[in-house]
């Protein structure tokens, strides 16, 4: 089976453009969430869906939005981007949006790496 | 307030030796989940080993195991028999309220040399 999916793994944007980040989860999985990791640091909550719904927001601003669709794919966008928005961006997919209850874990992807110039 | 504290930057270790990665945490929360990820150079997130707060017992994986001390609110990691392919960065991880995902720690950088 083919694990949680994320495009592209590299992108270079400058100062001000608008990026989107694709991914992808583990079939069966209705859940996603996104991660922001900054260089040296651990991943931060950016976002969680689950069945297409929002269910979750980190302390990041109103630049950053998501979506997910119905096949439960989800794309993170960053507008007006700036030098501080360089990190790793991860996604996360599970059967559940509260792992604690069900005792299961959240399947990561490869990430997507973002550099603002 | 929901954290996690990981106090160790670095810890070197050599082959087939043990190691303990020390983790905190800190919630008001009864229900909750503490989960160990690993992540190499590549970048890519690697589930180690999860511990609910109920779980009596304390949980193991293979050679990783999970010391879980409720009291102290400590959930530090056990790897033992190291092997260099165990050279990476470690995450103590916890999530305690749904809709907030899981909460990082700063992270552990373990090196295994021979």
């Known amino acids: 089976d083919a694990g949680v999916t994320q495009s592209p793994t590299h992108l270079i944007k400058t100062r001000g453009q608008q990026v989107t980040l694709r991914c992808s989860p583990i079939?069966?999985?209705?859940?996603v969430s996104w991660y922001q990791q900054v260089l040296g640091q651990g991943p931060q909550f950016i976002f969680q869906y689950y069945e297409k719904e929002e269910r979750g927001r980190g302390n990041f601003p109103d630049r950053f939005s998501a979506r997910q669709f119905p096949n439960y794919s989800s794309e993170l966008n960053v507008n007006a981007l700036l030098l501080g928005d360089s990190a790793l961006y991860l996604c996360?997919?599970?059967?559940?949006?509260?792992?604690?209850?069900?005792?299961?874990?959240?399947?990561f992807g490869q990430g997507t790496r973002l550099t603002v110039v | 307030a929901q954290k996690i504290t990981q106090t160790q930057p670095g810890m070197f270790v050599q082959e087939k030796e043990a190691v303990t990665l020390d983790c905190t945490y800190d919630t008001s929360d009864q229900s909750y989940g503490l989960f160990w990820y690993k992540q190499p150079s590549s970048g890519e997130m690697i589930f180690l080993i999860y511990q609910g707060s109920y779980d009596e017992q304390n949980a193991t994986e293979g050679r990783y195991s999970l010391n879980f001390q409720k009291a102290r609110k400590s959930a530090n990691l056990v790897i033992s028999a190291s092997q260099l392919g165990d050279s990476a960065m470690y995450f103590c991880a916890m999530e305690a309220q749904a809709g907030t995902a899981l909460i990082f720690g700063k992270g552990t950088t373990l090196s295994v040399s021979s």
């Open positions: 079939s069966g999985h209705k859940s």
């Open positions: 996360a997919s599970s059967l559940v949006f509260f792992l604690a209850r069900m005792n299961t874990e959240a399947f």
